[in-house]
T-cell receptor
Framework: KAGVTQTPRYLIKTRGQQVTLSCSPI?????VSWYQQTPGQGLQFLFE???????NKGNFPGRFSGRQFSNSRSEMNVSTLELGDSALYLC??????????????FGPGTRLLVL | KNEVEQSPQNLTAQEGEFITINCSYS?????LHWLQQHPGGGIVSLFM???GKKKHGRLIATINIQEKHSSLHITASHPRDSAVYIC?????????????FGGGTRVLVKP
């Protein structure tokens, strides 16, 4: 089975722009979670989607949004980019069958630099 | 104070040594994950625990729910074990994958 794929892998944007990142989960996985990793804050949970519905949301401003399509692919969007949004954005997929304890499979990440 | 704390932050070992990484958390949890992140960013899920002990190859993870503490042990360490190891807790009552992460332990194993 192919692993989790994320596109693009690298991105450079300027302040005020918006960006859309894409994640394709492992075939058959219905849950997709997004995480932000920065040197200062480490890994932080952004949101989780299951069957096209947002199941969980982390403590991020409304500029961060996401969605999931019927084929389980997910996108996240960040509007009005700020310098502090520079980070590695990781998505992870899991079967989604259990609400609580499942192994997640991570994609390689999208490295976003905001200038 | 972070809800999930790891120690040490950095660790250097000689090949073959036994390595222990600690993770303490302040909230009740329903599961704890150990992750491995190699240079370049890729993350691999190593273990998911809710009680007791799990072993996979040279890696052993234990958890003590009463003491709110988990450890990851690497036996007979090898330079390919050099990575950042991250623990992540799923707070009790939280659903899905709303994980809270520790700050990571950077491990360097020298040949």
């Amino acid at each position: 089975k192919a692993g989790v794929t994320q596109t693009p892998r690298y991105l450079i944007k300027t302040r005020g722009q918006q960006v859309t990142l894409s994640c394709s989960p492992i075939s058959g996985h219905r849950s997709v979670s997004w995480y932000q990793q920065t040197p200062g804050q480490g890994l932080q949970f952004l949101f989780e989607y299951f069957s096209e519905t947002q199941r969980n949301k982390g403590n991020f401003p409304g500029r961060f949004s996401g969605r999931q399509f019927s084929n389980s692919r997910s996108e996240m969007n960040v509007s009005t980019l700020e310098l502090g949004d520079s980070a590695l954005y990781l998505c992870a997929s899991s079967l989604g069958a259990s609400m609580y304890q499942e192994t997640q499979y991570f994609g390689p990440g999208t490295r976003l630099l905001v200038l | 104070k972070n809800e999930v704390e790891q120690s040490p932050q950095n660790l250097t070992a000689q090949e073959g040594e036994f390595i222990t990484i600690n993770c303490s958390y302040s909230v009740g949890i329903s599961a704890l994950h150990w992750l491995q992140q190699h240079p370049g960013g890729g993350i691999v899920s190593l273990f998911m625990l809710s009680s007791g002990k799990k072993k996979h190859g040279r890696l052993i993870a234990t958890i003590n729910i009463q003491e709110k503490h988990s450890s990851l042990h690497i036996t007979a360490s090898h330079p390919r074990d050099s990575a950042v190891y991250i623990c992540a807790a799923l707070p009790r009552g939280a659903a899905g994958n709303k994980l809270t992460f520790g700050g990571g332990t950077r491990v360097l194993v020298k040949p």
